[in-house]
C-alpha cells in the first residue's frame, strides 16, 4: 500500500465515523470520490441495519 492510499484510507474512516463533512470531504479527495464514498457509505449503513435485524 502507497503513502497516497493509506491517506485515502484514513480520510474515508474519518468520513464514514462521521467526523470529516461531505464539504470537507469534497476539498480532501474531490467530488468524484466524494460520490462513491457516499454511496459505499449508504451500502455499509444499510447492510448493518440488515444484519441487526437478521440476529
Do not use: C, H, P, W
Not at 464539504?23 to 454511496?39: D, F, P, S, T, W
Amino acid at each position: 500500500m502507497t503513502d497516497e492510499d493509506a491517506v485515502s484510507q484514513e480520510i474515508a474512516a474519518a468520513y464514514y465515523d462521521d467526523e470529516v463533512s461531505v464539504e470537507q470531504l469534497k476539498i480532501l479527495v474531490g467530488a468524484e470520490e466524494v460520490a462513491n464514498l457516499r454511496v459505499l457509505k449508504q451500502q455499509l449503513d444499510e447492510n448493518f441495519i440488515d444484519e441487526v435485524a437478521d440476529a
